[in-house]
């Protein structure tokens, strides 16, 4: 059986480029990951849904949402704010 979700990703060291992959079930979860991988500049190959590449808009939307998540992480620790309030104030689901 395939996972509902794959990503695929690569981390550049000084030799070659390893690539690896996470395989999950949960599209939150797989934001969650996603979020991850931005905040410490991986590479992001491809994102798959039932093995198939998911089209680019929701690829560009899963990548959105992730980095919005991030956003909210980051306004949140800086302002003092609970994660309610960044949404109401800011929007970002952090």
């Known amino acids: ?13 000084k030799r ?3 690539t690896y992959h996470y ?7 797989c934001e969650g990951f996603i979020e991850e991988l931005l905040e410490r500049g ?3 190959k491809a994102i798959r849904h039932e093995g198939l590449d998911v089209p680019r ?3 560009d939307k ?3 949402t992730a980095a919005g ?13 609970s994660t309610e309030e ?3 104030r800011f929007g970002f689901t952090g």
């Open 86 to 88: 960044d949404h109401h």
């Open 1 to 13: 059986m395939l996972p509902q979700y794959t990503v695929e990703y690569a981390a550049n060291f």
């Open 16 to 18: 070659r480029p390893e």
């Open 23 to 29: 395989n999950g079930d949960d599209p939150v979860a």
């Open 62 to 64: 899963m990548i959105k």
């Open 69 to 81: 998540m991030m956003a909210g992480k980051a306004i949140c620790a800086s302002l003092g704010l």
């Open 42 to 44: 991986y590479h992001i």
């Open 57 to 59: 808009a929701d690829f």
